[in-house]
């Protein structure tokens, strides 16, 4: 569904003259409804992929394209920051992210799958961290995206937390099966996630590997099983940490 072909992507070097290049020759691919974690050291412009295929940033040599019937793709992005509008409840920060009109049953439906019903009319100051990013979770889905990007959504969330978040995002992309490119650090949530993981190098961004989760998503609330699967990975190659 995806092909990205960036040849060069550079950024102006801190504190000297000349440029720093963050990527170079890299190709990437991703199939519709695939669920891909995006995993690489802090730095290594993870985020800035993730811009460039939002159209955010346009100051690159190469190329991304989209196998789609219409021109232009529809891109939800959930940032680090929820970013949400403390002066709109909860149901207005998801309402002004929806272009056109949208039913009100799709904002219940998305409101309970992320048990945040109750918390509707709430403004985003009373909610916690957790309860935010999932607020900013289905603004994402709300739009009914192409693809889905979602940039280190449950950072410094506590583990509880994380784990339930993660969770309740699972459920929510089963039921609305989007292309989900999802950006993190930590190697045991991309496998409790993904079908796919690609592992990224920095200076220049390059593809180290990419493995497919073999794990059935039965299983992938089992913290055995996930450190099971972190440390066989790690085993077979050594390259990745």
Known sequence: MIAIDIKSKMFPAKGRAGHHLAIADLQLSFNSGEFVCLVGPSGCGKTTLLNIIADLD?????SVSFDLRRSHPKIGYVFQNPRLLPWRTVRENIELAIEGNSSSENIDALLEVMQ??????????RLSLGM???VAIIRGFAINPDVLLMDEPFVSLDAPTARQVRSLLITLWQQRPHTV???THDLREAISLAD???FLAAAPM??????AVSIPRSERDNEQVIEAFRQQLLQDYPELR
Do not use: A, C
């Not at 390059?206 to 493995?211: A, P, R």
């Open 58 to 62: 346009r100051d690159y040599e190469g």
């Open 116 to 125: 945040l019903t109750q918390f509707q009319h709430v403004y985003p100051e």
């Open 132 to 134: 935010s990013r999932r």
């Open 181 to 183: 490119l999802f950006v």
């Open 196 to 198: 796919r993981i690609v």
């Open 206 to 211: 390059k593809v180290v590997n990419e493995i």
